[in-house]
């Protein structure tokens, strides 16, 4: 391991992109559902992983009005939690008068959990794009880099909960940063940042990413399986039996 990547943050001092991940391909995002790797078309991360049930989610969808699934404030909250999140880790700043209370709240979340657990953040790139030439498939991981120490995958949430696809996502970039670099991080990391609360959930080896990125390529499979075959008109009726 070089020099470079024993440095750690101190209070906050930003060591931004030090990793020096070596692409062999460049990489753009096209739209919600592809990114471009070398001008062909990779399908996204994300985009498969909607495909698996979300009891949760659907549940939510049952008793939702018309409207408040419409609603995209939880989306922007989301997105905007993560540029507050990239600011203080690039910049060592965040002014709350500029974000509003909402990520305001979840930003103090950050940070105590930061505290509590004295997690000390090494060098690091923000928003990697992460692929697979093998699977053809991209996405970005919010965190690649050091925490503690060790080599380390993490993602941000702002939900309700921890659901199984979090892991499956994160144990999925673990993969793909192996196939770019030839290097195993060493664990993979899910912080859901709540008003009052932080939760967590840790892939604690590269031996069980493998295991959860196993089932993600059943995913892919299914997902390209369904494209090919097109819309498939479903209907659903009731009966009393």
């Not at 692409?23 to 985009?47: A, E, I, M, R, W």
């Not at 979840?106 to 105590?112: D, G, T």
Request: proline share 4%; glycine share 8%.
């Amino acid at each position: 391991m070089g020099s470079d990547k024993q440095q750690m943050l101190g209070d906050d001092t930003p060591f931004y992109d030090l990793l020096h991940i070596d692409y062999d391909s460049p990489v753009k995002k096209v739209g919600n559902k592809y990114y471009l790797v070398d001008g062909v078309k990779y399908d996204k991360v994300t985009s498969i992983l909607h495909h698996i049930p979300h009891p949760q989610l659907e549940a939510w969808y049952k008793r939702s009005t018309k409207e408040e699934i419409a609603d995209d404030t939880a989306i922007n909250l989301g997105k905007q939690v993560h540029t507050a999140i990239e600011t203080k880790l690039k910049t060592g700043v965040f002014d709350e008068n500029m974000w509003g209370i909402a990520i305001a709240k979840r930003m103090h979340s950050f940070q105590r959990w930061r505290e509590e657990y004295n997690i000390t953040f090494g060098p690091y790139t923000l928003e990697a794009p992460l692929y697979s030439h093998t699977w053809g498939v991209c996405g970005s991981a919010d965190f690649t880099g050091y925490i503690d120490g060790e080599l380390t995958i993490a993602d941000w949430k702002t939900g309700n909960g921890i659901y199984d696809t979090y892991a499956i996502q994160v144990a999925t970039y673990m993969h793909f940063y192996k196939e770019i670099t030839g290097e195993e991080p060493k664990k993979g990391l899910i912080v859901c940042l709540q008003d009052e609360k932080v939760l967590t959930q840790v892939i604690p080896s590269f031996t069980v990413a493998e295991d959860l990125f196993q089932i993600f390529t059943s995913c892919v499979n299914m997902y390209r399986g369904w494209k090919e075959m097109g819309e498939i008109p479903l209907h659903t009726m009731e009966m009393d039996v």
